[in-house]
Antibody
Framework: EVQLLESGGGLVQPGGSLRLSCTAS????????MGWVRQAPGKGLEWVSA????????YYADSVKGRFTISRDNSKNTLNLQMNNLRAEDTALYYC??????WGQGTLVTVSS | DIVMTQTPLSLSVTPGQPASISCKSS???????????LYWYLQKPGQPPQLLIH???NRFSGVPDRFSGSGSGTDFTLKISRVEAGDVGVYYC???????FGGGTKVEIK
């Protein structure tokens, strides 16, 4: 059974940092593009970042470029998102996801003073 | 960036009747490998999105054949042949050339 389990969300002040992690199981992790999708309360879905199976190619939405860094460790089946200089508009439920239908349940990030 | 535009924003459908959602991209989604990376998702309330259709017209595992996808280039359509109560939620198209979602179409039952 495929499982994606996110962790690391929480409450942080504007300008602060958080590191999200996603642990995958049930599929050959290293062969899948992985990414982070967020959903602000009551809003639609936004692709935040994605990374190729090897880790050699990355994508960032303009809204997070220069502040967020995606990485993966294929030996541990983990995906990470380092989020720096967080803003109120980064408040959202962050999902770990593949392009092809595997999603976690999400971890909530709240940026507020 | 590739902008994905969905219409309509919302849809109210009588059970048993068909429904159709349009998705238009600002540039062609045909990859150089010959594949068009266009997907359709349904997000039910309180749940993560679930994949319905991948690569324009291929139903994901377990998706009923009431759901079908079509299109090419920049114009795509999701059709539900006979809407059921369990089909309510927000439908999103998504492309993975420069990953992005459409704005969503909320489907409710009359």
């Amino acid at each position: 059974e495929v499982q994606l389990l996110e962790s690391g969300g929480g409450l942080v002040q504007p300008g602060g940092s958080l590191r999200l992690s996603c642990t995958a199981s049930g599929f050959t992790f290293s062969t899948y593009v992985m990414g982070w999708v967020r959903q602000a309360p009551g809003k639609g879905l936004e692709w935040v970042s994605a990374i190729s199976g090897s880790g050699g190619t990355t994508y960032y939405a303009d809204s997070v470029k220069g502040r967020f860094t995606i990485s993966r460790d294929n030996s541990k089946n983990t995906l990470n998102l380092q989020m720096n200089n967080l803003r109120a508009e980064d408040t959202a439920l962050y999902y770990c996801a593949t392009y092809v239908g595997y999603w976690g349940q999400g971890t909530l990030v709240t940026v507020s003073s | 960036d590739i902008v994905m535009t969905q219409t309509p924003l919302s849809l109210s459908v009588t059970p048993g009747q068909p429904a159709s959602i349009s998705c238009k991209s600002s540039q062609s989604l045909l990859h150089s490998d010959g594949t068009t990376y266009l997907y359709w998702y349904l997000q039910k309330p309180g749940q993560p999105p679930q994949l319905l259709i991948h690569e324009v017209s291929n139903r994901f595992s377990g998706v009923p054949d009431r759901f079908s996808g079509s299109g090419s280039g920049t114009d795509f359509t999701l059709k539900i042949s006979r809407v059921e109560a369990g089909d309510v939620g927000v439908y999103y198209c998504m492309q993975t050339l420069l990953p992005a979602f459409g704005g969503g179409t909320k489907v409710e039952i009359k």
